[in-house]
């Protein structure tokens, strides 16, 4: 057989010979089904995942804001701190339960708190106990001292306000009822009310207690104390004499607990009011006794900004035609 021999050097099929085995090496590797690889480290991606998981999870943690249930945002109650930043008027109780030993104590609440009006219930005081063992600076003082063991009430009232008792009241092992009058303008009066009333009083102190507060009911009336009543569970002949003088008990949230049960209290220590709109309350923890602290003040209302409209600069038409349209039988009977 004849064969024609090439004149030149030989040429492989892929170049040189290293080529050739390199193109080999390719071609066997591409018959096999390649591993997915998502990176080139596929090895240590679990470990990377882990780690990673556990460093966010310690960021949240050490926030310190995670929300255990997340959802739409609720409003919070106002705290110590939102009552000494208020910018109005500003009530507080306290069953003190003995105030002559606990003075100084109650002196730095209210240059802390710095209330305007502070009710004491349980004051413990006698007649022989001057007001200037029991002054406090800016403070004047009204008492209705006790007649039995325990009882009394105190109220202090800052000095920059006008204000006078207008009643004072005590009727032994029934309550200790102390109202007065705050004259906040020319126009403008306040009522507030101190009570306290024994667990072991007779179911005829609650009449007496309405036939009191009544006549004083005119104005914006505000009544701070420790009526023994469970307002958690506010019995059906006391909701119906509040209702019957439009007064609501605006106190949410227990305000004396069990110390052998934490999670059982009772709201024993109130805040009526005519005009429960315009106040909120808190209640937070104090040292003074077992009861806690509440406090009540005006909320926060934005003034709306009015434009004044010129009717001489409207045509006699229009302005005719806009006060046809407002409410009110007879209000162009003079055109």
């Given at each position: 057989?004849?064969?024609?021999?090439?004149?030149?050097?030989?040429?492989?099929?892929?170049?040189?010979?290293?080529?050739?085995?390199?193109?080999?090496?390719?071609?066997?590797?591409?018959?096999?089904?390649?591993?997915?690889?998502?990176?080139?480290?596929?090895?240590?991606?679990?470990?990377?995942?882990?780690?990673?998981?556990?460093?966010?999870?310690?960021?949240?943690?050490?926030?310190?804001?995670?929300?255990?249930?997340?959802?739409?945002?609720?409003?919070?109650?106002?705290?110590?701190?939102?009552?000494?930043?208020?910018?109005?008027?500003?009530?507080?109780?306290?069953?003190?339960?003995?105030?002559?030993?606990?003075?100084?104590?109650?002196?730095?609440?209210?240059?802390?708190?710095?209330?305007?009006?502070?009710?004491?219930s349980e004051s413990w005081l006698r007649k022989a106990t001057k007001n200037s063992e029991i002054s406090i600076p800016n403070y004047n003082i009204f008492r209705?001292?006790?007649?039995?063991?325990?009882?009394?009430?105190?109220?202090?009232?800052?000095?920059?306000?006008?204000?006078?008792?207008?009643?004072?009241?005590?009727?032994?092992?029934?309550?200790?009822?102390?109202?007065?009058?705050?004259?906040?303008?020319?126009?403008?009066?306040?009522?507030?009310?101190?009570?306290?009333?024994?667990?072991?009083?007779?179911?005829?102190?609650?009449?007496?207690?309405?036939?009191?507060?009544?006549?004083?009911?005119?104005?914006?009336?505000?009544?701070?104390?420790?009526?023994?009543?469970?307002?958690?569970?506010?019995?059906?002949?006391?909701q119906s004499k509040l209702d019957a003088l439009n007064l609501t008990q605006i106190i949410k949230g227990p305000t004396r607990y069990n110390p052998k049960s934490?999670?059982?209290?009772?709201?024993?220590?109130?805040?009526?009011?005519?005009?429960?709109?315009?106040?909120?309350?808190?209640?937070?923890?104090?040292?003074?006794?077992?009861?806690?602290?509440?406090?009540?003040?005006?909320?926060?209302?934005?003034?709306?900004?009015?434009?004044?409209?010129?009717?001489?600069?409207?045509?006699?038409?229009?302005?005719?035609?806009?006060?046809?349209?407002?409410?009110?039988?007879?209000?162009?009977?003079?055109?």
């Amino acid at each position: 057989m004849y064969t024609e021999k090439r004149v030149g050097p030989r040429i492989e099929p892929c170049g040189t010979p290293k080529e050739a085995a390199r193109y080999c090496h390719i071609f066997y590797h591409a018959k096999k089904s390649a591993p997915f690889i998502l990176c080139p480290q596929r090895s240590r991606r679990p470990v990377l995942i882990a780690f990673s998981r556990t460093i966010i999870l310690l960021l949240l943690c050490s926030a310190g804001d995670v929300e255990v249930n997340p959802g739409l945002a609720c409003p919070q109650a106002p705290s110590f701190v939102d009552f000494c930043d208020r910018k109005s008027l500003g009530f507080m109780h306290v069953n003190i339960r003995s105030l002559l030993p606990k003075f100084v104590l109650l002196t730095a609440l209210a240059h802390s708190a710095n209330p305007d009006v502070l009710a004491v219930s349980e004051s413990w005081l006698r007649k022989a106990t001057k007001n200037s063992e029991i002054s406090i600076p800016n403070y004047n003082i009204f008492r209705q001292d006790r007649t039995a063991k325990g009882e009394g009430v105190a109220v202090y009232c800052r000095d920059s306000l006008q204000s006078n008792v207008i009643l004072s009241r005590s009727i032994p092992k029934q309550f200790e009822l102390l109202i007065l009058k705050i004259t906040l303008s020319r126009n403008k009066s306040l009522t507030v009310a101190a009570c306290y009333r024994p667990p072991s009083a007779p179911s005829c102190a609650l009449d007496t207690i309405c036939e009191l507060i009544a006549p004083h009911l005119a104005s914006e009336f505000v009544l701070l104390g420790d009526l023994n009543w469970d307002m958690l569970n506010t019995p059906a002949v006391l909701q119906s004499k509040l209702d019957a003088l439009n007064l609501t008990q605006i106190i949410k949230g227990p305000t004396r607990y069990n110390p052998k049960s934490v999670n059982k209290g009772t709201l024993i220590d109130v805040i009526l009011t005519n005009w429960p709109s315009k106040y909120t309350s808190a209640v937070f923890n104090q040292d003074l006794s077992d009861h806690c602290t509440h406090c009540l003040y005006p909320l926060r209302i934005h003034s709306q900004t009015t434009t004044p409209h010129h009717c001489q600069t409207l045509p006699k038409t229009l302005l005719l035609a806009g006060l046809s349209n407002r409410p009110g039988p007879g209000i162009l009977e003079g055109y």
